[in-house]
């Protein structure tokens, strides 16, 4: 197995994998700083190297972990190795077409993962092209296990929702976390049990929102008393439109992706 940089969700990926027990020996990185380089053979025992070459077209799945507008220019260089191979891509906004014109090969599939999958706990959405076999797919999925849970999508361009609500959607919990204990603070709380009181609340809350078979909306009815606390906070949320323009911010995040795609897309 092959990958094409090195950085954070290569390297829950490769963590992944070797916890499962593929062996060190049988994984590629082509990452082009030293230091990320070190770091990775030092971490896992894998080979990295500086560019690509003939080892990978020994690869049965390459995996792109490179940011979006370095792709084309990634892809340029590993393209003679890899014609016909089975890609997987992590790159936010990068659609199949233009992989698929720079890789020459039609078996593309694009993941959107977010960053929980750093410690096994994320969620992954996964389109395949329509050369992508069953055994292709089967594979993947065996790979993104390793970072937890993934879903199929039906149509490409469901990925750009899945990148603002799943994939930037780490950034909004810890940024309610940031509020929350900062109120806490305010209150007359330390920052630390402020932010353990946070913390635990989110991983509670979405623990029992797992275990329900309630929508989110009846779990929060439950315990938000008529002119009780949670009221009167839900109500202030309410009458500010704090549901709007958290609603707002997805769809920016979801411009943003259709954006990155044409911009750093195929000419």
Do not use: C
């Not at 062996?23 to 690509?52: M, N, W």
């Not at 635990?200 to 938000?224: C, H, I, M, Y």
Request: net charge negative.
């Amino acid at each position: 197995m092959a990958f094409i940089g090195g950085g954070n969700m290569a390297s829950a990926l490769i963590s992944g994998l070797t916890q499962q027990g593929l062996p060190s020996d049988l994984i590629d990185v082509v990452e082009p700083f030293a230091e990320a380089r070190d770091k990775l053979q030092a971490s896992f025992g894998i080979t990295a190297h500086p560019e690509a070459g003939a080892f990978l077209m020994d690869a049965a799945l390459v995996v792109w972990a490179v940011k979006p507008q370095a792709f084309k220019d990634a892809a340029k260089a590993v393209a003679p190795y890899v014609l016909g191979h089975l890609h997987l891509s992590v790159a936010a906004g990068i659609r199949s077409d233009s992989m698929a014109a720079w890789l020459g090969s039609e078996r593309i599939v694009r993941a959107m993962p977010n960053t929980p999958a750093l410690i096994g706990q994320g969620i992954t959405g996964l389109y395949a092209r329509a050369s992508v076999t069953a055994h292709d797919k089967a594979f993947v999925e065996q790979v993104i296990a390793t970072t937890g849970e993934s879903l199929w999508l039906d149509a490409e361009e469901q990925l750009d929702v899945v990148t603002a609500l799943s994939g930037s959607g780490p950034a909004y919990v810890f940024y309610f976390m940031e509020a929350m204990t900062m109120a806490g603070t305010e209150m007359g709380l330390s920052r630390e049990q402020a932010l353990q009181l946070a913390v635990a609340t989110f991983g509670g809350a979405s623990a029992l929102a797992k275990a329900s078979s309630e929508a989110p909306q009846v779990l929060r009815q439950r315990v938000t008393s008529k002119g009780g606390t949670t009221f009167a906070a839900i109500s202030s949320m309410e009458d500010n439109d704090v549901r709007a323009l958290f609603i707002d911010a997805m769809y920016a995040a979801r411009e943003r992706a259709k954006e990155l795609g044409d911009e750093f897309g195929a000419d």
